[in-house]
């Protein structure tokens, strides 16, 4: 169980898994009135919710894929995130890459938001490097 905070509790829904085994929960705009995103618009939607990550967790803002399909919508910054200290409104960065407005209303589902563990890790500063098989080659370097 994780703490979460909303703003304005009544009229607003904890972000929920839509089936059984989803690894995302949906998150929806909270919005007082519905925002248009123009063709290659990016604006930062609220959620309205903050919430408190156990240490060595965070939360991925992922875009939903039925959007980026039907309407062209994704998030700039895919995945979002959102850090275990961070408590501060949880925001979703869309952009419409569509050529045709869109329109987010309040209460819709916008992103799904992925609780996952986490490593922290320390640096050693070496001079050489672990040999492996691949060693520098990437970037389509096996053919494509
Ligand atoms: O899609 C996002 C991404 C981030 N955040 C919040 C939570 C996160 O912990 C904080 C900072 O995000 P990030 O580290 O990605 O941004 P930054 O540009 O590095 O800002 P900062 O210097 O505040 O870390 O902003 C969101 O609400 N939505
Ligand atoms: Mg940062």
């Not at 995302?24 to 618009?41: C, S, V, Y």
């Not at 890459?97 to 209460?107: E, K, M």
Request: aromatic share 6%.
């Amino acid at each position: 169980m994780l703490n979460i905070k909303i703003i304005n509790h009544s009229t607003h829904l904890l972000p929920a898994y839509e089936t059984e085994h989803a690894a995302g929960m949906d998150l929806r705009a909270f919005l007082n009135e519905a925002i248009t995103i123009k063709p290659l618009q990016r604006i930062l939607i609220p959620t309205g919710l903050h919430i408190e990550l156990p240490v060595g967790y965070e939360a991925q803002i992922r875009p939903r894929s039925g959007l980026a399909f039907k309407h062209g919508i994704g998030i700039v910054n895919s995945p979002g995130t959102i850090d275990a200290d961070y408590r501060g409104e949880i925001k979703v960065l869309l952009v419409n890459l569509s050529d045709t407005d869109f329109v987010v209303n309040d209460g819709e589902r916008i992103a799904q938001m992925v609780v996952a563990k986490h490593e922290t890790v320390n640096w050693q500063p070496a001079t050489e490097l672990g040999d492996t098989q691949r060693g520098a080659g990437g970037y389509g370097h096996t053919g494509k």
